[in-house]
């Protein structure tokens, strides 16, 4: 059984922060890496960021890459996300999972995400 539970979404201002957390557990966890995603309204779920719980690696789309930092904390199995420079266009609901070395998530179903709205 896998679990995943999302946190620290908010309503923010364009050009303000929010720090997004992820807890996650399961037998096969650190078997992956891990990784956000989010999901706007209208539109389909789109890859955002990944670590690896080893070593230093990480991946952001484009659209994110200079404002959002991936990090984990390997014994609190917690995985966040930092959201500097916030636009609109950020608005979802985010979600955390684990995934493989190309960003395909590994569990199914997903955690309830947490909603950021970014206000003009």
């Known amino acids: 059984q896998v679990q995943l539970v999302e946190s620290g979404g908010g309503l923010v201002q364009a050009g303000g922060s929010l720090r997004l957390s992820c807890a996650a557990s399961?037998?096969?966890?650190?078997?992956?890496?891990m990784g956000w995603f989010r999901q706007a309204p209208g539109k389909e779920r789109e890859f955002v960021a990944a670590?690896?719980?080893?070593?230093?690696?990480?991946r952001y789309a484009d659209s994110v890459k200079g404002r959002f930092t991936i990090s984990k904390d390997n014994y609190k199995n917690t995985v966040y996300l930092q959201m500097n420079s916030l636009k609109p266009e950020d608005t979802a609901v985010y979600y955390c999972?684990?995934?493989?070395?190309?960003?395909?998530?590994?569990?199914?179903?997903w955690g309830q995400g947490t909603q950021v709205t970014v206000s003009s």
């Open positions: 999972n684990a995934v493989n070395a190309i960003n395909i998530p590994q569990y199914d179903p």
């Open positions: 399961g037998r096969t966890l650190r078997l992956y890496n």
């Open positions: 670590t690896a719980w080893s070593g230093a690696g990480t």
